[in-house]
């Protein structure tokens, strides 16, 4: 992501209604929300929507598709995770050590914890010293 892309993205997203406006759409996933639906669920205006529409649109966080007379904004997914790439490309770049706490790479992978937790059980199980016990 370029560096410009990633300050308006950020600029975008530091106000009040526009970080609320985004994590809803982002909740409500690919199918997004119509303006109206946004506008009641936020209790805000719909002028006032609309500017913020309107930024986030223009920082690329999200986007307008028609179906039938009603449009539906969502949140553009590639571009939330392109952001958060870009936020932590560099994490721990000056330490020899990456924990959990610094990049998504460093992460578990989906599942992986869930995984680990199996293992640790089946190992616990089959541990001598456990079976005994």
Same mark, same amino acid.
Request: net charge positive; charged share 25%; proline share 6%.
């Given at each position: 992501? @370029?560096?410009?892309?990633?300050? &308006?993205?950020?600029?975008?997203?530091? !106000?009040?209604?526009?970080?609320?406006?985004?994590?809803?759409?982002?909740?409500?996933?690919?199918?997004?929300? $119509?303006?109206?639906?946004?506008?009641?669920?936020?209790?805000?205006? +719909?002028? $006032?929507? *609309?500017?913020?529409?309107?930024?986030?649109?223009?920082?690329?966080?999200?986007?307008?598709? !028609?179906?039938?007379?009603?449009?539906?904004?969502?949140?553009?997914?590639?571009?939330?995770?392109?952001?958060?790439?870009?936020? $932590?490309?560099?994490?721990? &770049?000056?330490? @020899?050590?990456?924990? *959990?706490?610094?990049?998504?790479?460093?992460? +578990?992978?989906?599942?992986?914890?869930?995984?680990?937790?199996?293992? $640790?059980?089946?190992? &616990?199980?089959?541990?001598?010293?456990?079976?005994?016990?």
């Amino acid at each position: 992501m @370029d560096f410009n892309v990633a300050i &308006r993205a950020l600029a975008a997203l530091a !106000q009040e209604t526009r970080l609320a406006l985004f994590r809803l759409l982002v909740e409500h996933g690919p199918e997004g929300l $119509t303006p109206g639906r946004i506008a009641e669920v936020l209790g805000v205006p +719909p002028a $006032t929507l *609309s500017f913020h529409l309107k930024e986030l649109a223009n920082a690329g966080l999200i986007r307008a598709r !028609q179906e039938s007379r009603f449009i539906h904004y969502s949140a553009d997914f590639a571009a939330m995770n392109g952001l958060v790439a870009y936020l $932590t490309e560099n994490c721990c &770049r000056a330490s @020899d050590a990456c924990d *959990s706490a610094c990049a998504p790479d460093c992460m +578990p992978k989906p599942g992986a914890r869930r995984a680990a937790r199996s293992t $640790t059980r089946a190992a &616990r199980a089959t541990h001598p010293k456990r079976r005994a016990a």
